[in-house]
C-alpha cells in the first residue's frame, strides 16, 4: 500500500474469535478499531473476558512491510488497559505503556520487517464488569525520506492518492462512482418512499384529530345525560312531595 498507515486494510479475526458473534453498528464488531469514530461508544470495539475472550490478536498485513510506528485510544467504558506488546515476524517484540485516557497515544520504535502484528494486552485496570476495548488503532510503516512529498493521500481510506512527478503528476483513483442513470433512480426511489412516508404520516395524524373529536363528543354527550337525567330526578323527587297526603288533615 502505497501509504504509511496501514491498520485499515489489514486483516482481522471475525467476532467469533473474541466468543462473540456480532455486527456492523455494534461494539463488539472488531473494525471499529479502525473506523476512525471516536466520539461513539458503539463505534468502539470491546470484548468479555468472562465469556473467555483472548487478550491477543493479529493484524495481518497486506503484504511484508518494515512497520516503525503505532498508535492507540484506549476505551476507557469499563476495564483500562494499562500495557500491551507488540509481536513481530522477527521475532521481536516491542512493549508499550498505555496511559488511561482517551486520547491518542503514539509510539515510535525500530522498523521490524513482518508480514502481521500480534497485538497481546500485558496489563489492565480491572473494572466492575470484565470487558477489555481498543476504541481506535493505527500501524504505520517505515517510508523512504521524500515519501510523503512524492505520494499524498487525498482520502483516509487509500482510494484516492496523487503522485507528484515534476510540474505534473498522477492520481490514483479507486473509488467505484455508480453511473448517473443508477444514482437518479436511487434518488427518485428515496423521494417515492419518503412522499409515501408523508403521505401515511398524514393519514396517521388525519385519524389521530378524528380519534380525538369523537372521544370528546361522546363525553360532551355522556355529560348531557348526566346532566338531564339529574334534572329529572330533581323533578320527580318534587312531584312526589307536592302530592304527598298532609298529616294534619
Known amino acids: 500500500m502505497d501509504l504509511d498507515e496501514l491498520s485499515a486494510f489489514c486483516k482481522l479475526p471475525a467476532p467469533e474469535y473474541w466468543n462473540s458473534p456480532a455486527k456492523p453498528q455494534t461494539d463488539r464488531w472488531p473494525q471499529n478499531m479502525v473506523n476512525r469514530i471516536t466520539d461513539w461508544w458503539k463505534a468502539e470495539f470491546v470484548f468479555s473476558l468472562d465469556k473467555g475472550a483472548p487478550t491477543f490478536w493479529d493484524m495481518e498485513l497486506p503484504r511484508q512491510e518494515k512497520i ?5 485510544i484506549p476505551s ?15 521475532g521481536r ?7 488511561e485516557t482517551a486520547t491518542r497515544q503514539d509510539f515510535q520504535f ?3 520487517a513482518t508480514g502481521k502484528v500480534r497485538v497481546r494486552i500485558t496489563d489492565w485496570t480491572p473494572a466492575t464488569t470484565p470487558v477489555l476495548g481498543v476504541s481506535e488503532l493505527w500501524i504505520r510503516a517505515a517510508r523512504p525520506e521524500g515519501f510523503s512529498e512524492r505520494v499524498q493521500p487525498l482520502a483516509s481510506i487509500g482510494v484516492l492518492v496523487k503522485y507528484a512527478r515534476g510540474q505534473g503528476g498522477i492520481v490514483l483513483n479507486q473509488l467505484a462512482i455508480p453511473a448517473p442513470n443508477r444514482i437518479a433512480k436511487q434518488v427518485d426511489a428515496a423521494g417515492e418512499a419518503a412522499a409515501a412516508q408523508a403521505k401515511e404520516n398524514e393519514r396517521d395524524d388525519a385519524q389521530k384529530k378524528a380519534l380525538t373529536a369523537a372521544r370528546a363528543f361522546q363525553t360532551k354527550m355522556a355529560a348531557q345525560r348526566q346532566a338531564l337525567l339529574r334534572k329529572l330526578l330533581q323533578n320527580l323527587g318534587a312531584g312526589v312531595v307536592a302530592s304527598a297526603p298532609n298529616p294534619g288533615n
Open 93 to 99: 517484540a516491542e512493549d508499550l505503556t498505555v496511559q
Open 76 to 90: 476507557l467504558g469499563y476495564d483500562r488497559i494499562r500495557s500491551l506488546r507488540l509481536e513481530f515476524d522477527d
Open 110 to 112: 525500530d522498523p521490524h
Open 68 to 72: 516503525d510506528g503505532f498508535s492507540i
